[in-house]
């Protein structure tokens, strides 16, 4: 009898084996797949960030081009004037200016958008402070006017305070 339960219980234990090398097999085959897809979603991730990256650096750049363009007519409006000895329109002036504080406002903005997402750790502070204290510091330092106690541009200011302590 004894070498009866023997038999059965060595081949239950060598199926137990099988069985278990199975299971093992598709756990190790599932585990690749499911890496295989975290590496794919990880890549997806991170050319999604290099594209919001770039559309925020470009919206930048465009929005600091106005300005200065805003500013360069309104420079270039007072040569013709020394030119020309024309006289002085208040209008075209007053429109002058409205244009120059919507594109510093709009400038301003994606500064601070784009301080919000240094913040928020939605951008490496690391990698975007060596690109952009120096911007950071210049809007802060040439526009104090717009960055005083009830500013709209909090984000920018906190960015400001923390790059300056450091």
Partial sequence: MNSTTDWISAISSALTMLVSGGVLWVAYY????????LKGLS????????????????????????????????????????????KLSKELLEIYRDKIDVS????????????????HDYLSDRDWRTEYRDTIFDAVDSYNENFGVSSRYRNTIKIYDKWKSE
């Fill in 104 to 119: 510093k406002e709009n400038y301003l903005n994606s500064l601070d958008r784009l301080s919000y997402c240094i913040l």
């Fill in 30 to 37: 599932q585990i690749k797949q499911v890496k295989k897809q």
């Fill in 43 to 86: 890549e997806n991730q991170k050319n999604s960030t290099l594209m919001t990256v770039l559309e925020l650096e470009s919206e930048l750049n465009k929005r600091k081009e106005n300005f200065d363009k805003a500013n360069f007519e309104l420079r270039e409006y007072n040569l013709e004037l020394e030119n020309s000895k024309k």
